[in-house]
C-alpha cells in the first residue's frame, strides 16, 4: 500500500476535503491520496490536447466486478449504485434501495 498513489475522480468538490479526514487512513496510509474533479480532469485533458472521443476502446475492467450471482448476474454491482455519482443519482439510489427493500425486487437499470 506504501507505493500506491490513488486519484480520484470525483463530481463533487467536497470530496477533497472529505479524503484528509483521519478516519480514511491506517497506520498512516491514506485510502485516497488525491482528488480531482470531472471538472479538473477536463481542464487536463485539454491542457494535453487530449480529445476522450479518439481514445482506443479498451473493455471495462471494475474492480468491484465479480463472477454475478442470482441476485446479480451481470456482476456488475446494484443499479443504485451505479446511479450514485450522477446529478441526483444518491436520491435515486436511496429511493431504488428502499424499493429493494420493501418489495424484494429490484428495479430494472
Request: hydrophobic residues 30%.
Amino acid at each position: 500500500p506504501e507505493s500506491i498513489y490513488t486519484c480520484s475522480v470525483m463530481p463533487c468538490i467536497k470530496k477533497r476535503g472529505e479524503s484528509d479526514h483521519r478516519e480514511f487512513s491506517k497506520n498512516g496510509i491514506r485510502d485516497v491520496d488525491n482528488v480531482i474533479t470531472t471538472k479538473d480532469l477536463g481542464v487536463l485533458l485539454k491542457k494535453h490536447d487530449i480529445d476522450p472521443r479518439e481514445l482506443k476502446s479498451e473493455p471495462f475492467d471494475s474492480p468491484f466486478q465479480n463472477e454475478g450471482s442470482s441476485d446479480d448476474p451481470s456482476g456488475m454491482g446494484t443499479g443504485a449504485g451505479q446511479l450514485f455519482g450522477a446529478t441526483g443519482g444518491v436520491m435515486e439510489a436511496s429511493v431504488r434501495s428502499v424499493y429493494e427493500l420493501v418489495t424484494g425486487t429490484q428495479l430494472p437499470r
